[in-house]
Each structure stands twice: as C-alpha cells, then as structure tokens.
C-alpha cells in the first residue's frame, strides 16, 4: 500500500495574535488547521493545504514576522510521528539528535533521509520552544550535508546497552 502524501505548511510566530491571523488567513483558502499551538510568547501553526500546492498557498497568507516553511509530498509517517499515533523506529547502532528553535527545519531534515528511522520528534512547549527530532539508521555521508538551519546535531555511534534500553518499548500484552 502506498504511503499517503500530505502538503503542509509550518509557522512559528513570535506573538500569538499573528499565528492566529495567519490560521485564520488560511483557514479562508481552503487550508485545514491541523494544529494550532500557544507556545511561550508565539504561536505554531501547523497547515495542511490537502492538493494545493502549499507555496501558492504560502504567498497568499503572508509570513508577518514568521518562520515558514512548507513541505509538498510529505510520508504521512513523518506527521504521524510528531503526533505519536504510530510506532517509533527501531534503534540501530546509531543515534542522531537534531535539536533547533524550529519544527519546520526538522520536517525538512525527515525529508532528505527517508530511509532513516524516526524515533521521535517532539516539540517542547514552554518560554523559550525547542523542537527535536531523534533518528537511527542514518546515511553518515548524507549527515555530513545537513548543517544548516541553526539546528544543533548530536550523532552517537557506539551505543551503551543501558542507552539502548531507553528506547526499549515494550508491546502491550
């Protein structure tokens, strides 16, 4: 079965009342809001813009003061794992930590390792937001390209099997 393809855009405002303008911009092109976040001083908005393209849609919304970034053809499972309603990724040998202000940036680093295993991306809510994204299973050359951003990255190679337990999860009986 093939894999549903989403159109998003992602926005991070530093106040509140424009993250809820730019929704409500969007909400009047045909976007569906899938989330809509106070977080600290700003807001997140998450979009999806279903078969429009979400650049078009983007230029008609404005970007006031926001960080945007948009995602055409998104794997589902990458959404799917910022709101937890599937199973982690499997830890291999390897963990990388992305850590930056910014959820949208690490949407975008999902996209360029699609054969990498998401283990969690998260966005920690509180006065100064953080987002992370955890994998396993990275390409360590295709790593070496992805400096960018403002995102920090953390890449452990040789895994102590008490850091291995952590990401046990055990299935339910």
Do not use: W
């Not at 569906?32 to 393209?53: C, F, H, P, Q, R």
């Amino acid at each position: 079965m093939d894999e549903k393809l989403l159109n998003l855009i992602i926005i991070q405002t530093r106040d509140i009342g424009p993250g809820f303008q730019l929704a409500n911009r969007a909400a009047t092109l045909d976007c569906e809001i899938l989330e809509l976040s106070i977080m600290g001083k700003g807001a997140l908005v998450i979009l999806s813009t279903g078969e429009n393209d979400p650049e078009l849609i983007r230029s008609k919304i404005g970007d006031r003061d926001a960080q945007i970034s948009t995602h055409k053809n998104l794997p589902g499972s990458i959404f799917d794992a910022y709101l937890s309603v599937n199973e982690p990724g499997k830890l291999s040998s390897d963990l990388v930590i992305f850590e930056g202000p910014f959820l949208g940036h690490l949407f975008e680093i999902c996209q360029k390792l699609p054969e990498a295993r998401i283990l969690d991306i998260r966005l920690m809510r509180g006065s100064s937001p953080k987002a992370y994204l955890m994998l396993s299973a990275v390409d360590a050359e295709v790593l070496g390209g992805l400096h960018s951003h403002q995102v920090m990255i953390t890449h452990i190679t040789e895994l102590s099997s008490t850091l291995k337990s952590y990401f046990d999860i055990v299935p339910n009986q």
